[in-house]
């Protein structure tokens, strides 16, 4: 069976997210974890990468890499097999090392990128193998080396995780700022709060509308043709395009409509019942998007407006939406 099309340009930045095969514990020798950052030193040299932040844990690695070539492909094939052969050989082994095809979160360069580099650092946290304030400690990713110049790769760029920890600077008073914003991100993931961290590893894209957008335009027919994403990407696809079709009729609607914030508000019906029409969107996803009760209620709201029950101003309404102008 052929491979599955992925979102390659030159200049495209990517959350790379990989696991051992059935979850196993491939990194769990301090070895293995050496190893596979002498194999990524290489690949990243071969391809032409830019690194912004990396760690090897002990099922999983993760990489914010870029890519001036526009060749994730390439490169992260020589660097999953160049490893599984090396780690089979080792371990007088044979079969696959890495759990099927890895996973590429496009990033739109910037805060974005910079967010999923401080995911990244975090991930040692996260997983309980050291605290915040003993991160450094951890060898094998980029938190150390950013804190430790001296120790740095040439393939590493630590610009994007400073900058979007506030715009610091690679100087000892900026490193000590960035290692301050970790531990705030940590206090506030534990408070519920910076909630948008909790969503880095998931999806297709981590960005903006418009960088989405741009995306969905330039890629969308030959990913979605291809069944390029997986089941969690193709949903956040979705999504996005119902987002799109949203947007429109809401641009639609005279301001003084969209001031009536009831659930029972004829626009919201009208809305609901637009989005129905022309789109897939699920009853549940409308209800969230137009704080409507529940996904029952948009089904009842939009029939209402759907057989013209919502009186003159409900019908003048959907003729709007329902025109091209």
Not at 14 to 26: A, C, K, P, Q
Not at 44 to 53: F, L, N, Q, S
Not at 146 to 172: C, F, H, I, S, Y
Request: aromatic residues 10%; hydrophobic residues 40%.
């Amino acid at each position: 069976m052929a491979r599955k099309t992925r979102i390659e340009y030159e200049g495209a930045c990517y959350h790379v997210i990989s696991r051992g095969n059935y979850r196993g514990w491939i990194f769990k020798e301090e070895g293995a974890k050496q190893a596979f950052e002498e194999c990524l030193g290489e690949a990243v040299v071969r391809a032409g990468w830019v690194v912004h932040g990396w760690v090897i844990m002990g099922n999983h690695y993760h990489l914010a890499v870029e890519t001036p070539k526009g060749n994730l492909g390439i490169g992260m094939q020589w660097l999953q097999t160049t490893y599984s052969v090396r780690f089979n050989r080792y371990r007088k082994e044979s079969g696959h090392v890495f759990q099927g095809r890895y996973k590429a979160i496009v990033v739109e360069p910037g805060e974005a990128l910079g967010r999923v580099c401080h995911y990244i650092d975090l991930n040692p946290v996260r997983a309980g193998v050291v605290g915040v304030d003993q991160l450094e400690s951890y060898v094998y990713g980029s938190y150390r080396r950013l804190q430790r110049p001296k120790e740095r790769t040439a393939w590493q760029n630590v610009e994007m995780a400073l900058q979007g920890a506030g715009g610091l600077r690679d100087t000892a008073s900026g490193r000590a700022a960035y290692r301050q914003y970790l531990g705030w991100v940590v206090e506030e993931l534990k408070a519920g709060r910076e909630k948008k961290y909790l969503n880095l590893s998931k999806g297709w894209v981590i960005g903006g509308e418009a960088f989405t957008e741009d995306l969905q335009k330039r890629f969308g027919p030959q990913l979605m043709s291809a069944r390029a994403l997986d089941s969690e990407g193709r949903r956040a696809w979705r999504e996005g395009q119902w987002s799109q079709a949203l947007q429109v009729l809401l641009k639609k609607l005279p301001s003084k409509d969209k001031t009536d914030l009831r659930a029972s508000a004829v626009w919201k019906a009208v809305v609901a019942a637009q989005m129905k029409a022309t789109t897939d969107a699920t009853n549940a996803w409308l209800a969230s998007r137009l704080t409507l009760s529940s996904p029952t209620y948009v089904s009842k709201q939009a029939g209402l407006a759907r057989d013209g029950r919502l009186g003159s101003v409900g019908e003048a309404l959907l003729t709007k939406l329902k025109s091209k102008g």
